[in-house]
């Protein structure tokens, strides 16, 4: 199958500090990508839907001005939390559709606020 | 409001006997379905998927149903390995087209007993 990467894999921060998330389609391209968090023994939410070379959609109750989407090229989509806080910690994945019509996903961020 | 259910948050099987992991939709617009298994601290690996135009998918020891008129689908694993114990997520793919975002149940653990 397709495979995505993210990096970091895990970060540690402190609170009111700003960490990127790369992700990026290894052997595809993709024109939109998805942003997903999950929280412990929940299932994943989607946050946000990436465009290459337009503005982010984000899902209702996601703040855009916290979570800032940048889809420069058609490999490569990054998500800011901005001026982080616990509540923030979570485990963020990203995910884009391959030339076989499936999802693929990366293998996670795993973020945790002190 | 969930769209995608599985009601069963756990599953016990033995090894060598059949899993079968169930999932219910509410949008009738719902045209792909797919199946994930997802280990902790890790993105979600493709399994199988099925279109609405069919009632069944197999790839090796994976077969999806698909009852439209139900609105239900299940997948079945057999025989059942101690290695597919982790949780399963049914997805189906929004209204959005082929590039349509993805919506989870929240996912079913298996555990395969040897």
């Known amino acids: 199958g397709a495979v995505v990467s993210q990096h970091p894999s895990r970060v540690i921060c402190k609170s009111g500090t700003s960490v990127k998330i790369e992700c990026r389609s290894l052997?595809?391209?993709?024109?939109?990508m998805f942003w997903y968090r999950q929280f412990p023994k929940q299932s994943l939410m989607l946050m946000a839907t990436?465009?290459?070379?337009?503005?982010?959609?984000?899902e209702q109750g996601v703040e855009k001005d916290k979570f800032l989407i940048n889809h420069a090229s058609l490999t490569l989509s990054t998500l800011t939390v901005t001026s982080a806080h616990p509540e923030d910690s979570s485990f963020y994945i990203c995910?884009?559709?391959?030339?076989?019509?499936?999802?693929?996903f990366g293998p996670g961020t795993r973020l945790t606020v002190l | 409001d969930q769209q995608v259910k599985q009601n069963s948050p756990s599953l016990s099987v033995q090894e060598g006997r059949i899993s079968i992991l169930n999932c219910d939709y509410t949008?009738?617009?719902?045209?792909?379905f797919l199946w994930y298994k997802k280990y902790p601290a890790e993105g979600p690996t493709f399994l199988i998927s099925?279109?609405?135009?069919?009632d069944k998918n197999e790839d090796g020891r994976f077969t999806v149903f698909l009852n439209k008129s139900a609105k239900h689908l299940s997948l079945h694993i057999v025989p059942s390995q101690p290695g597919d114990s982790a949780v399963y997520f049914c997805?189906?793919?929004?209204?959005?087209?082929?590039?349509?975002?993805?919506?989870f149940g929240k996912g079913t653990k298996l555990s395969v007993k040897p």
């Open positions: 099925i279109s609405s135009i069919k």
């Open positions: 995910s884009g559709w391959g030339a076989t019509d499936t999802q693929y």
């Open positions: 052997d595809f391209q993709a024109t939109t």
């Open positions: 949008n009738s617009m719902f045209d792909y």
């Open positions: 990436s465009n290459e070379g337009s503005k982010a959609t984000y």
């Open positions: 997805a189906a793919r929004s209204s959005g087209g082929s590039q349509g975002n993805l919506i």
